[in-house]
């Protein structure tokens, strides 16, 4: 018993002579559908279809499982060819039947892919070819090929596909049979037929002149500016230079986020995203690394730290989920001590983020208050010693009790479940709004702030809280 692959080519005509050798030796000719114009090949032939395979599979891969299974199973009993439209490379039914049955002889006919992209008149010697069932895995590419446009919604889904990747403006080319004609992406869902020969050919345009670009463009586009004759500021720049650009950006976004502006959002978070390209880029001059191996380290960072998704351990609430993140964290870095963990904080960041990251990795050793209330009353010890010195006027003192009087209020807030920067940026809002609005005030009166006596100033502050709150 043997399998035969088949291709049929894109027309009648199409059929090798191999092809049509096997044809006459088979027991059963099987095709994956009748509704093709390469279907005429196999006139003649008793051929059994699977068009009613299509009904009953709930999405592409179920599909293609299914279809093979078809031909897997009769080619036990029989000598087996399978009949696909345009090439056997490009089904991926027959690409399963070939990793399951070694010994499957294949008939190749006319691709598809290459049909569409003569048409078409596409430059682009890589191309990206998926069928519109498959559309949503198609990758940022310079050129595409969406086959098997069906009907209406599959036309639909290739817009969406090709409107995110290349910008709905670009011209496309739509193929049906051997026409071709000129549209807009936009225009893909807006034609008047649709079937199995139907297809869309794209690619994108100058660089400078593309709709849509990807990371890659990114890094490509400061390594535009960086090259001789580019941008001499850009030329100049190293990662220190340009380090504190990160931490600006980076807040900028944070910024928008409260703010809860989309816009700023998106063009903070494409800021970022250069800041990412530039070093990247930087580094890979430098020999040390590149943008691939940059993204490449972050999805296995992912991978490994999700093993409650993508391996054995589980997590069915947040907090399980973060410990399994936090051991897969402490693995990763080979850290086998807890010290070496609260070392790890970054000392470049703000300090009373720092603060509370260090006092969250070290009572995970078991070092740790109690609860907020036994945090408070360290609190106020330090606050005591603080006083102390300061009645001392001991300025070193002052100094190191200070510091000990906020990392204790650091404490006391993280036990209490509070985020100590944005408690402390949401105080001191709170302070800017009260003071200017006490300054209104206070100049309504025709009066100088500056003037002013304490019990003054504590009587129109009061007036300033209590008009704020109204409001």
Known sequence: MSITLIGLGIKEGDLTRSAERALEKADLIIARTDSCESYKNLQGYTVRTL????????????????????VLSAGKNANVCYCVEGAVSEDEACKIILKKYKNAVVCEGVSRIS???????????TVSAVSSYNVRGLKSCRAAIVFDIDDGYAASETKIVLTNLFGEETECSFVRGDKVKKIKIYELDRQKIYGLDCAVAVEEGEFLKKERYDFDDL?????????????????????????????????????????????????????????????????????????????????????????????GDRAASESEALGVWDKNKLKEKHMTTFGE?????????????????????????????????????????????????????????????????????VNVCRLAGVDCEEALRAATDKFVNRFVECEKLIIADGKDIADMDELERDYYWVKAKNALKKN
């Not at 009613?52 to 078809?70: C, I, M, W």
């Not at 300061?390 to 990392?407: C, H, Q, T, Y």
């Open 219 to 311: 890094v490509h586009m400061v390594g535009l500016l960086r090259a001789p004759g580019g941008c001499p500021w850009d030329r100049a720049q190293t990662n220190a230079s340009i380090k504190g650009n990160v931490i600006e950006e980076a807040y900028e976004l944070a910024d928008a986020i409260e703010r809860d502006d989309d816009d700023g959002i998106l063009e903070e978070t494409g800021d970022i995203l250069l800041q990412a390209a530039f070093h990247s880029l930087l580094k890979e001059e430098q020999g040390a690394f590149n943008a691939t191996d940059a993204t490449t380290a972050n999805v296995k960072k992912l991978i490994f730290r999700h093993s409650h998704i993508f391996g």
């Open 51 to 70: 068009d009613g395979v299509f009904l009953k599979s709930r999405n592409f891969d179920t599909l293609n499982k299914n279809l093979a299974g078809e």
């Open 115 to 125: 049909h569409v992209k003569n048409l078409a008149r596409l430059q682009s010697l």
């Open 341 to 409: 963990s609260v070392c790890a904080v970054p000392k470049n960041f703000p300090a009373c983020m720092r603060a509370q990251k260090v006092g969250k990795r070290a009572a995970k050793s078991g070092m740790d208050f109690l609860s907020p209330v036994s945090a408070s009353e360290k609190l106020w010890e330090e606050v005591k010693e603080m006083v102390a010195a300061i009645r001392a006027e001991d300025k070193p003192a002052v100094f190191d009790e200070a510091g000990d009087v906020l990392f204790a209020a």
